[in-house]
């Protein structure tokens, strides 16, 4: 493997294991936020219980995370520095905002929350959680806002071979990366919903702390019923924005290969066969359908990966099924919540969905992962869409360098992610602490 592959995999790793951490930090301190708030208004006991159970695995779920998006904002200098030197202009100045507003703001909250329940206000207390939360997803949108601009750059020049920062307003309005916060926000809500729901589904199973954990499991529901439904929409208003600014990553999620003038068909079923430029099996083609999901009009034109020479699109098979998995997986979701809503007044009744729903916790996380394949592998081979390519980005260094830090950080994250695996699972299984 040479370095350009070796940097490529460190970072899909350190970025996988991240995100581990992230989608729960954002829907749980919610859901924590929202618990302590019931409390403060409604002075019952159960609900501050709830607020410290449920808080206890935010916590443990943010340390561990922390630590894993440090090492990520390193390799932008050490595995990308030509990256860096072109466009670090304008990716930095999101990534330092990120870094000495957001993020030190729901720190210092968090910390006042922490060791702030004899100390403070209840109603104070509950501001600090508020805050964490607001901040949490904030510092989730000025990395995004970073992403996004390397998904459709705008307000920039060119000069002296690098791109520079012409218009702030332009590069925090751009509509990209607000339609990929909302996805990506929606489906963290998703993550913490179906999460709450898990975890009191395998305590009510058990007929502990039964009025906790129905509290905790409506909730929980409520966010997923909502959110689930939100994702699917909003996503369709995302992938038009694809279709306008990225259409050989639309082809790629439909394996899409020739152009068609008079509209586009979707199958709801195929197999791509990227060697032969084809798919070796298609079923159910429905005429028109990807035109009108794309432009609104079964008679829009949309372009095929033929259009693009081969060295230029996206690697199709991934992307395709990336984005099935993630299409497949949130209408699961809709599916999941609402029978959970229409069993909500005799949970403790049906053990199935019960079941169910405590085996479900990793879907959401799966869905998330598949959905951020489809949005960096089906950018490829550009690093910043249009711009620079991943293969012009990568630091001029040894391969043996690389190796070392791909395995010592694979290494890493892996005692990283089965400390996180063992902690939050050794403390939702225990349960609260007794009133």
């Not at 922490?114 to 207390?125: D, E, N, R, T, V």
């Not at 000069?159 to 339609?179: C, K, M, P, Y």
């Not at 939100?230 to 082809?251: M, T, W, Y």
């Not at 229409?342 to 053990?351: A, C, D, G, Q």
Request: aromatic fraction near 16%; include cysteine.
């Amino acid at each position: 493997m040479d370095v350009l592959l070796l940097s490529r995999l460190q970072f899909a790793m350190a970025t996988m294991f991240h995100f581990i951490f992230v989608p729960l930090t954002l829907g749980l301190s919610v859901l924590v936020a929202i618990m302590e708030t019931k409390y403060v208004r409604t002075g019952d006991e159960t609900y501050k219980r709830m607020t410290q159970f449920w808080g206890k695995l935010f916590v443990i779920n943010f340390v561990l995370g922390v630590v894993t998006g440090i090492t990520l904002e390193f390799q932008f200098g050490t595995n990308w520095s030509k990256y860096s030197e072109y466009v670090g202009d304008i990716f930095g100045s999101l990534l330092a905002i990120e870094a000495t507003v957001a993020f030190f703001l729901e720190s210092t909250f968090l910390g006042a929350w922490i060791f702030g329940w004899k100390k403070l206000s209840p109603k104070f207390h509950a501001v600090c959680i508020w805050i964490v939360a607001i901040a949490s997803n904030l510092s989730a949108l000025w990395i995004i806002l970073a992403n996004g601009w390397m998904q459709h750059p705008v307000g920039y020049i060119m000069r002296n071979g690098r791109a520079e920062l012409n218009s702030f307003t332009d590069v925090i309005t751009n509509g990209f990366a607000w339609q990929q916060f909302l996805h990506n926000g929606f489906g963290s809500f998703i993550v913490g919903g179906f999460f709450v729901m898990g975890v009191s589904a395998y305590h009510l199973l058990r007929k502990n702390e039964i009025e906790l954990f129905t509290k905790s499991f409506k909730l929980g529901l409520y966010f997923s019923l909502i959110f689930s439904f939100a994702v699917a929409l909003q996503g369709h208003a995302h992938a038009q924005e694809v279709s306008h600014n990225q259409p050989e990553k639309l082809a790629a999620m439909e394996a899409l290969w020739e152009t068609h003038e008079d509209g586009a068909p979707m199958a709801l079923f195929l197999v791509p066969d990227e060697k032969n430029e084809t798919n070796s099996v298609e079923i159910m083609r429905i005429p028109g359908a990807l035109s009108f999901l794309a432009f609104n009009s079964f008679s829009a034109p949309v372009k095929g990966l033929k259009e693009w020479p081969k060295e230029d699109r996206p690697p199709v098979t991934l992307t395709f099924l990336s984005f099935r998995a993630m299409v497949g997986l949130g209408t699961l979701f809709i599916l999941l919540s609402l029978w959970a809503w229409k069993s909500r007044n005799n949970l403790t009744e049906n053990k199935l969905l019960l079941t169910v729903l405590m085996f479900t916790v990793p879907l959401p996380y799966v869905s998330m992962w598949a959905g951020w394949i489809v949005a960096e592998v089906g950018r490829q081979p550009w690093i910043v869409y249009g711009l620079m390519k991943t293969s012009d980005a990568v630091s001029p260094i040894a391969t043996s360098q690389v190796a070392f830090s791909f395995f010592a950080l694979t290494f890493l994250y892996s005692v990283l992610g089965l400390a996180e695996i063992f902690l939050i699972t050794k403390f939702a299984l225990k349960g609260p602490e007794k009133a």
